[in-house]
T-cell receptor
Framework: GEDVEQSLFLSVREGDSSVINCTYT??????LYWYKQEPGAGLQLLTY?????DMKQDQRLTVLLNKKDKHLSLRIADTQTGDSAIYFC????????????FGQGTELSVKP | EPEVTQTPSHQVTQMGQEVILRCVPI?????FYWYRQILGQKVEFLVS????????KSEIFDDQFSVERPDGSNFTLKIRSTKLEDSAMYFC???????????FGSGTQLSVL
């Protein structure tokens, strides 16, 4: 079945780059997403990539998609303390009514 | 920037009671969703809704659950007889098209005692 996995924790120093990784099992996804959740808040859509793309860059964010290895990553350049949050990857599928399959989230801790 | 709004932010109820969670999706969106996140677990899909009917639902979404769009702006999730295991954060989401980027509300934390 469909499954998405992420490592649970990542700790970096302010100013460094962060790379959050995600693996998935079902390669028939249409879009892959990164959502950010700050404490007490909802899920904020950070960026997304269409499944026929390899890379997408959006300011400090770079998404890489390796379809062969079913691996998605999110790189945050010049990580700031305000980037501390839980980051979720998720995938959606054609003709499944907008159902997203989420990973368990990676808690990013940015130390000054 | 338009956003999905959910009310209330917290809801406490007794087991067996009915609850209604409310959502106002983004105004030009056509697809509406409910997801939930039990503490320490993954965010799980419950149901999607389009053109006034359910388009997809998960195994979790049994007869105890129902959704409704009672007017042009609100989208509700009703749990008829709450159980302890219904305690979770419930997220509403909407999108302009199906399987396209979903925008989520900030959630309703439901506690069933």
């Amino acid at each position: 079945g469909e499954d998405v996995e992420q490592s649970l924790f990542l700790s970096v120093r302010e100013g460094d780059s962060s790379v959050i990784n995600c693996t998935y099992t079902d390669s028939s996804s249409t879009y892959l997403y990164w959502y950010k959740q700050e404490p007490g808040a909802g899920l904020q859509l950070l960026t997304y990539i269409f499944s026929n793309m390899d890379m997408k860059q959006d300011q400090r964010l770079t998404v890489l998609l390796n379809k062969k290895d079913k691996h998605l990553s999110l790189r945050i350049a010049d990580t700031q303390t305000g980037d501390s949050a839980i980051y979720f990857c998720a995938e959606s599928f054609y003709n499944q009514g907008g159902k997203l399959i989420f990973g368990q989230g990676t808690e990013l801790s940015v130390k000054p | 920037e338009p956003e999905v709004t959910q009310t209330p932010s917290h809801q406490v109820t007794q087991m067996g009671q009915e609850v209604i969670l409310r959502c106002v999706p983004i105004s030009n969106h056509l697809y509406f969703y409910w997801y939930r996140q039990i503490l320490g677990q993954k965010v799980e899909f419950l149901v999607s809704f389009y053109n006034n009917e359910i388009s997809e639902k998960s195994e979790i979404f049994d007869d105890q659950f129902s959704v409704e769009r009672p007017d042009g702006s609100n989208f509700t999730l009703k749990i008829r007889s709450t159980k302890l295991e219904d305690s979770a954060m419930y997220f509403c989401a909407s999108s302009r098209q199906g399987s396209e980027k979903l925008f989520f509300g900030s959630g309703t934390q439901l506690s069933v005692l």
